[in-house]
């Protein structure tokens, strides 16, 4: 193992409560959704890697179908902690997810207690560990009882595979119901994780943000910077190199095109903060305490570094949200 952390990685990150638990989350978090598959440079990623715990963040983020190609950003993950990392792993917070289509036929998919546990100790075995801290059930499944999801999240645990159980992508209802069964289980249910940005304010509208709160229940948020559109990356248009001219699957030239006005606004409060406009959009998602930590995506180290510096954030004046509420009608 050549990799040394920084000693002082622990001096500057904020550490917040998720919900009512005795988990901490760092403020922000790195996902690894994009650009930690099977096509992208592996040395970048252990740079991304060493960055962010570099700099206090402890919390890497991923799921069983991340990549592409599906299950290849948990087999580079483990690789680097095998040989540069697994020194740290006590000082790390991992989580993987399963809810959706990962493997042909009627086992590989959505919510049930079969799924979900083979899932995990596929998980399990391309990350190299014994045991993950959070195992998210990663969408609401309609056709399966929730009682069976939850009670799979709850072996999961019970049996030492996971230390914490989380849902993604649930509205309030939903989970509040799901934090009953899990609660009577006698399982630790301690996160949410659910897409929320300036620009897409869901968790508002479902019900989750509300019921996270009245239920001591943490959030973490993915896509703060709404695939991208909530920085300086396209308010002269979309370069050749970006996601948008790669592949158009989850950031289209459409979206873009929809809410560059908007961002152009947003772009001159952020200036005004002496903030770029990724940071602004990531400060917003923690303006109020109601989300425990944001999770950001990276292609290379630089951006880890610009992101981190919300930590040190200006609170927004009641000016300041007016104006980003205008900006986005």
Same mark, same amino acid.
């Given at each position: 193992?050549?990799?040394?952390?920084?000693?002082?990685?622990?001096?500057?990150?904020?550490? =917040?409560?998720?919900?009512?638990?005795? @988990?901490? @989350?760092?403020?922000? %978090?790195?996902?690894?959704?994009?650009?930690?598959?099977?096509?992208?440079?592996?040395?970048?990623?252990?740079?991304? %890697?060493?960055?962010?715990? !570099? =700099?206090?963040?402890?919390?890497?983020? $991923?799921?069983?179908?991340?990549?592409?190609?599906?299950?290849?950003? *948990?087999?580079?993950?483990?690789? $680097? #902690?095998?040989?540069?990392?697994?020194? +740290?792993?006590? /000082?790390?917070?991992?989580?993987?997810?399963?809810?959706?289509?990962?493997? /042909?036929?009627? +086992?590989? !998919?959505?919510?049930?207690?079969? +799924?979900?546990?083979?899932?995990?100790?596929?998980?399990?075995?391309?990350?190299? @560990? !014994?045991?993950?801290?959070?195992?998210?059930?990663?969408?609401?499944?309609?056709?399966?009882? #929730?009682?069976?999801?939850?009670?799979?999240?709850?072996?999961?645990?019970?049996?030492?595979?996971?230390?914490?159980?989380?849902?993604?992508?649930?509205?309030?209802?939903?989970?509040?119901?799901?934090?009953?069964? #899990?609660?009577?289980?006698? %399982?630790?249910? &301690?996160?949410?994780?659910?897409? +929320?940005?300036?620009?897409?304010?869901?968790? /508002?509208?479902?019900? @989750?943000?509300?019921?996270?709160? *009245?239920?001591?229940?943490?959030? $973490?948020?993915?896509?703060?910077?709404?695939?991208?559109?909530?920085?300086?990356?396209?308010?002269?248009?979309?370069?050749?190199?970006?996601? &948008?001219?790669?592949?158009?699957?989850?950031?289209?030239?459409?979206?873009?095109?929809?809410? $560059?006005?908007?961002?152009?606004?947003?772009?001159?409060?952020?200036?005004?903060?002496? *903030?770029?406009?990724?940071?602004?959009?990531?400060?917003? &998602?923690?303006?109020?305490?109601? %989300?425990?930590?944001?999770?950001?995506?990276?292609?290379?180290?630089?951006?880890?570094? /610009?992101?981190?510096?919300?930590?040190?954030?200006?609170?927004?004046?009641?000016?300041?949200?007016?104006?980003?509420?205008?900006?986005?009608?």
């Amino acid at each position: 193992m050549s990799y040394r952390a920084d000693e002082n990685r622990y001096n500057d990150m904020e550490y =917040n409560r998720s919900g009512n638990s005795g @988990l901490k @989350l760092p403020a922000v %978090c790195l996902g690894l959704w994009h650009n930690f598959g099977t096509y992208d440079s592996f040395e970048n990623m252990k740079k991304m %890697c060493f960055t962010a715990f !570099d =700099n206090g963040i402890t919390h890497f983020d $991923i799921a069983n179908n991340y990549g592409p190609e599906p299950g290849s950003a *948990e087999k580079n993950f483990g690789k $680097i #902690l095998k040989t540069e990392m697994s020194a +740290y792993r006590d /000082e790390m917070i991992i989580s993987t997810k399963a809810g959706y289509h990962m493997w /042909e036929g009627p +086992y590989g !998919d959505w919510g049930s207690r079969k +799924y979900m546990l083979s899932s995990l100790d596929q998980s399990l075995k391309r990350l190299g @560990l !014994d045991y993950v801290d959070i195992f998210y059930h990663h969408r609401m499944d309609p056709d399966t009882p #929730l009682e069976e999801s939850m009670g799979a999240l709850a072996q999961a645990v019970h049996s030492g595979k996971a230390l914490y159980a989380g849902l993604s992508n649930y509205n309030g209802e939903t989970m509040k119901k799901a934090a009953e069964i #899990l609660k009577n289980l006698n %399982c630790p249910f &301690v996160i949410n994780q659910n897409r +929320y940005s300036i620009i897409d304010r869901t968790i /508002e509208q479902n019900g @989750l943000k509300d019921a996270a709160k *009245e239920t001591g229940k943490g959030i $973490i948020v993915f896509s703060p910077l709404a695939q991208g559109i909530l920085t300086d990356r396209y308010l002269d248009g979309i370069p050749d190199d970006s996601r &948008v001219k790669r592949s158009g699957v989850f950031l289209n030239e459409q979206r873009v095109n929809d809410n $560059i006005e908007k961002v152009r606004k947003l772009k001159k409060i952020s200036d005004e903060r002496g *903030e770029t406009l990724a940071q602004t959009a990531l400060s917003w &998602v923690l303006r109020d305490g109601a %989300c425990t930590s944001v999770l950001i995506g990276a292609s290379k180290p630089e951006q880890i570094i /610009e992101n981190i510096g919300i930590v040190k954030r200006t609170p927004f004046t009641d000016e300041e949200l007016r104006l980003i509420d205008e900006a986005v009608k």
